[in-house]
């Protein structure tokens, strides 16, 4: 595989001293980028975490993450793999013209079903796209050669193409034609509409019937030695938390993914279609068999837990190998100096890591702030040591908020003033008293109905906060309990002791521990 561009020659032998370096850290300009569309290494560097695993394997098709956990880096490796028996296409739907999906809701049916159909058609049109243009085995056998014809004329007469744009498969020009290609007798479901000119804007009334025989004919043209996958990314463009169709088009996609899944499964084809969302969002989503939807089709992308195996040290690893052509194993160590200890006897990746959320996004933010450092000193020896590591807190703190507030402000309005209220602690670890106390003392910036209590849970939810707990976390030691760290915690009403998030020290202006 090619090397990346920035990538030096291997350097030999270092010189004489204590450490011995291969690489060389004024030849690269930084560890990658923190966004998975502008990040050179995220393809050579790829991390086959388990949630990628899964989806590949249709295991499960729902992946949650933080933003910056990976799920873009996961969608991007799916829709640009080029195997001969894998076809993936992959939907962002930056630009797609919402007014016009919206306008095939189906009246009459919980609000959360009310773009399931919608959904199924438009993902059905989508592997109709697939079979028709790239997959070179069709038609594999008889039956799947007649069931592809069936598609094929349903697909040419209603949009004039083997190869329609999805982003229009609802714009009111379109005009279907049911009678014929699929075999569907319109008759059955309503005298009054034309089979041979069905306008797409009438498509709601016979939508269900229109998705089982277009689903029947796909399924037996998908390929059974062949892995499919159609992926949906970016859903939280345009997010708005009190807007209840984007609530119910999320909803609609996850069930409408859901049974055809299921159907593909239930007919031995290897076809998932997977979606990607943010943790908060589906979060505060509400449906019935959401539970059910959670335990068995859901996997969340998490680094440096206790059940997981990857960790961002080997993530960053594969980078340093990838720039400076060396061995994965150890090559944290040929950039850092682990013979320093941090203050509190902590390793360097230790003090970093615990100034993450735990993604990928905030290490390489924090690695490429101490290369700045580094660069910028002019006494600095051949590894990244404390200095640097200290140096770049003050600018990684400032890039923590900013992310914290691309996720925090349309769930928590009030979150700036919140900040605010954490400003005036004297340290990272606070007691509750001492927070009702500068809530008193700033009543100007507390949300009229709002108790401080109140106010904690809503930062614990965004882990800005985390509370202690005895026997902390359920891992048989007391602790401080976090969001970010386990997915599942409840915030604990009858908390005393809470700490403001270590990475957020420097840009709030709190010293590390209070006098007391």
């Avoid at 956990?69 to 996961?74: P, S, V, Y």
């Avoid at 340290?427 to 809530?439: G, I, S, T």
């Amino acid at each position: 595989m090619r090397k990346h561009v920035r990538r030096t020659e291997k350097l030999g032998e270092a010189a004489e001293g204590e450490h011995m370096s291969s690489v060389n850290l004024a030849t690269i300009a930084d560890f990658g980028g923190i966004d998975a569309d502008a990040d050179a290494l995220l393809d050579e560097c790829f991390e086959a975490h388990e949630s990628y695993v899964d989806a590949v394997e249709h295991k499960r098709f729902l992946v949650l993450g933080r933003k910056g956990a990976g799920k873009t880096a996961i969608f991007r490796k799916l829709v640009r793999s080029r195997e001969d028996s894998v076809f993936s296409i992959g939907h962002t739907f930056d630009d797609y013209p919402w007014h016009f999906h919206d306008r095939q809701a189906v009246a009459g049916v919980p609000a959360e079903e009310r773009f399931v159909h919608s959904w199924k058609y438009l993902i059905l049109i989508t592997l109709s796209k697939v079979l028709l243009n790239w997959d070179s085995s069709q038609p594999w056998n008889q039956t799947a050669l007649e069931a592809l014809a069936k598609v094929e004329r349903f697909v040419v007469d209603s949009y004039g193409s083997r190869d329609p744009d999805v982003t229009q498969v609802f714009a009111p020009s379109k005009t279907l034609k049911l009678k014929g290609g699929l075999g569907f007798n319109i008759a059955g479901v309503s005298a009054n509409l034309d089979a041979e000119r069905l306008p797409v804007e009438h498509l709601p009334l016979v939508i269900q019937e229109v998705n089982k025989t277009l689903l029947n004919a796909i399924c037996a043209t998908l390929n059974p030695d062949n892995n499919y996958y159609v992926c949906f990314d970016q859903l939280d463009l345009r997010f708005d938390p009190d807007d209840p169709n984007y609530r119910d088009r999320l909803v609609g996609l996850l069930l409408a993914a859901r049974d055809i899944n299921k159907e593909a499964r239930d007919a031995g084809r290897k076809m998932s279609c997977l979606v990607f969302l943010r943790d908060d969002i589906y979060q505060g989503l509400k449906f019935e068999d959401k539970n059910k939807l959670t335990e068995n089709h859901m996997s969340r992308i998490e680094w440096d837990t206790r059940e997981g195996s990857h960790t961002l040290k080997s993530l960053m690893e594969k980078r340093i190998a990838s720039l400076f052509d060396v061995s994965e194993e150890g090559a944290w160590e040929l950039v850092f100096d682990e013979t320093q200890e941090m203050r509190g006897r902590q390793s360097k990746y230790q003090h970093m890591v615990d100034r993450t959320f735990l993604r990928p996004r905030d290490m390489i933010k924090y690695c490429n702030e101490t290369l700045l450092a580094y660069k910028g000193r002019s006494d600095a020896g051949n590894l990244i040591d404390n200095k640097d590591v200290a140096a770049a807190r003050q600018s990684y703190s400032e890039y923590l908020l900013s992310e914290l507030e691309d996720e925090i402000f349309k769930h928590v309005p009030d979150y700036e003033k919140y900040m605010e209220l954490l400003k005036t602690l004297d340290a990272l670890d606070f007691e509750l008293e001492a927070f009702e106390a500068v809530c008193e003392q700033r009543s100007n910036m507390v949300p009229e109905g709002k108790g401080a209590l109140a106010i904690l849970r809503e930062l614990f939810e965004f882990s800005v906060v985390g509370f202690y707990q005895a026997g902390g976390q359920g891992y048989g030691g007391s602790g401080y309990v976090w969001k970010y760290q386990n997915s599942r915690a409840r915030f604990n009403e009858a908390a005393t002791r809470f700490k403001v998030h270590p990475g957020f020290r420097e840009v709030l202006g709190l010293k590390m521990w209070s006098k007391t």
